[in-house]
């Protein structure tokens, strides 16, 4: 921690000791890590951050310092006088014995809120959290209570009496705590660490963590306050998705630039919420846990350009563009036309990042399909806005889905022929609406999202600019939308051209009007020959929404990687999100190849 300052005294930092533990190995805990009911476990190699974060894999992160003492303060139950200076100590501390082996499970509390002992359960948001709790450099009695330290135990220089600190007695606050294996009254908590940071190892799995702090006055040695922030147990790291291997297609000669593409709805922290996902542990929930996951299953996947749903506008800002621009990646972001759910940023959209590398930025346009939609009814249809019809037509299409669309170039221009001619793509990265008794609103979406993309192209000439759409359809492949993007109409007797009144105006024009001019292919049916199982999967749906769609004329799919199996995808919980697979949908990606020429 920082060293803690008062009025007109000179920072200084606290020297430091670590006391290793002799122990045999510990016991790994039995159980599946997503079984865990705690919500302010760390994990190992997360640094201990008491606070109500979940513990940030991976990345250290400093724990909080508490308030700087200094005139008036007010820290600890006890007002610091303004002219007293004092000085802090810090300690991290574990359990001295035997790790607690977790060999059965307690039932989860699912209440929201903060419980009255140590099996904190935070709210939804807050994920792994560090529970406070009273206590001090002393140590605590069998009430609970702090029992002060005498002044001689730590000196003001920052170190202890004897080089080590004595630990007291913790005679009854594990006595309730069923993940002891056998009551242990006489556990003590030895120091470990006295670093502002620490990261839990492997011997520390299936113990808890204390963090002590205190504030004692230069001049008499004289204990001034205290705070004691405890972990839960310690949890073993949690498990990477497994690696994915890709499937080549046929080979075929000739070609242009390559590039590897994923599209990933990453599932927003605002739908991320126990009554959706009930059968997913609280902590794993937290975006805090579950944004270290995602981020290093898209960059341990080495993708070239990458199509993300559901980005939260906060964490595009404040997480995600960053851990993306360090990676190697630039990107633009787009949120829906909505208002934010509560503070600001609390609203989801799309964000488009390609490889500096590999790529620079020639367009970047974005879609609102209110807009569309507005034009629809005042210049295509003629209607008053204010009109009853209007209204209502503009009450059902503007859902406040939106796409992006950009246009790409190699940063190195291949030989095509003996010409070095630069290479464009132009990707399209959409995430349509998802009522399921809405499938005319995802039709007219998908149709007026083509007729963008067929007017943006053609007015480039007849060069045939590559053409990816990737995103989020919410439509399984029997659907209207499906059978629009491979087959370039729907056929009449389709039900999502037949919904009935029961389900609003028309909004959909002329069955012979639904149609496009683009050529386009799935790239998992091309690859694999079908369609995977699910790219979406929960207990309440299994099935594929999400799509890679690709122009025939210019691109060839290379690889796709299969979607992993349900032995896989529940390994380490009931459906997803899982601790190991932090998003409710799964991640495609495939290798793609620019043709040249106008072949396939």
């Known amino acids: 921690m920082p060293t803690c300052t008062a009025k007109n005294s000179t920072p200084t930092t606290p020297t430091t000791t670590t006391t290793k533990n002799t122990l045999p190995p510990p016991i790994t805990p039995k159980s599946h890590v997503n079984h865990h009911p705690i919500t302010n476990s760390p994990t190992v190699g997360s640094a201990v951050q008491p606070s109500n974060h979940a513990p940030t894999r991976d990345v250290p992160v400093e724990h909080p310092s508490p308030p700087t003492i200094g005139p008036n303060m007010h820290w600890g139950g006890v007002d610091v006088p303004s002219n007293v200076l004092v000085r802090k100590v810090h300690f991290i501390k574990r359990p001295f014995g035997i790790p607690q082996a977790r060999s059965s499970t307690p039932l989860r509390k699912r209440t929201g809120s903060y419980c009255d002992d140590d099996r904190s359960v935070a709210s939804s948001t807050s994920g792994v959290g560090g529970g406070g709790s009273g206590g001090g450099v002393g140590g605590l009695n069998s009430d609970g209570n702090y029992i002060p330290a005498t002044p001689g135990e730590i000196s003001v220089n920052g170190s202890s009496s004897g080089g080590t600190t004595t630990p007291h007695n913790n005679n009854n606050t594990t006595m309730n705590n069923p993940y002891m294996t056998q009551s242990n009254e006489d556990t003590e908590w030895i120091e470990i660490s006295r670093d502002q940071l620490y990261i839990p190892h492997t011997e520390d799995i299936g113990r808890k963590l204390k963090v002590e702090a205190a504030a004692y006055s ?165 209607l008053n806005p204010r009109s009853e019809e209007g209204a209502s037509i503009l009450n059902k299409l503007s859902k406040d889905n939106v796409a992006q669309l950009v246009v790409l170039e190699t940063a190195q221009p291949s030989m095509t022929r003996g010409n070095r001619e630069p290479n464009q793509v132009c990707i399209a990265n959409t995430h349509l609406y998802s009522n399921k008794d809405c499938p005319d609103v995802k039709l007219w979406q998908t149709l007026h999202l083509l007729q963008e993309l067929e007017t943006f192209i053609m007015a480039r000439g007849p060069a045939n600019l590559p053409l990816m759409i990737c995103g989020d359809f919410n439509s399984t492949p029997d659907s209207a939308v499906y059978d629009l993007l491979s087959r370039q109409l729907v056929h009449p007797g389709h039900p999502d051209v037949n919904t009935g009144d029961e389900n609003g105006p028309s909004v959909l024009p002329d069955i012979m009007s639904i149609t496009h001019s683009h050529m386009l292919g799935s790239v998992y049916n091309t690859v694999l020959g079908e369609e995977p199982k699910f790219t979406n999967y929960t207990m309440q749906f299994k099935g594929v929404l999400d799509y890679m769609w690709y122009s025939t004329r210019n691109l060839r799919p290379l690889s796709a990687a299969p979607i992993p199996d349900e032995s896989v995808l529940t390994r380490h919980g009931d459906a997803l999100p899982s601790t190991q697979y932090s998003s409710d949908h799964l991640m495609q990606i495939s290798d793609m190849q620019i043709v040249s020429g106008g072949s396939r």
């Open 218 to 382: 230069i001049d008499s040695g004289e204990l001034l306050m205290h705070r004691v922030i405890k972990t839960d147990l310690v949890l073993s790291r949690t498990p990477e998705p497994e690696k994915r291997n890709l499937v080549t297609a046929k080979p075929a000669g000739g070609g242009g630039a390559r590039f590897r593409i994923v599209t990933y709805n990453i599932l927003a922290e605002i739908y991320a919420t126990q009554q959706q996902y009930p059968y997913a542990d609280l902590w794993a929930l937290s975006w805090d846990f579950r944004f270290q996951n995602i981020i290093r299953e898209i960059v341990d996947v080495g993708p070239d350009i990458v199509c993300l749903q559901e980005v939260q506008a906060d964490h595009y800002e404040s997480h995600l563009y960053n851990a993306m621009h360090e990676a190697g990646f630039e990107g633009v972001y787009k949120q829906k036309t909505r208002q934010a759910m509560g503070m600001t940023g609390k609203v989801d959209g799309c964000a488009l990042f390609w490889r500096r590398t590999k790529f620079h930025l020639v367009e970047s346009y974005s879609i609102e399909f209110n807009e569309l939609a507005q034009r629809q009814v005042t210049q295509g249809m003629g």
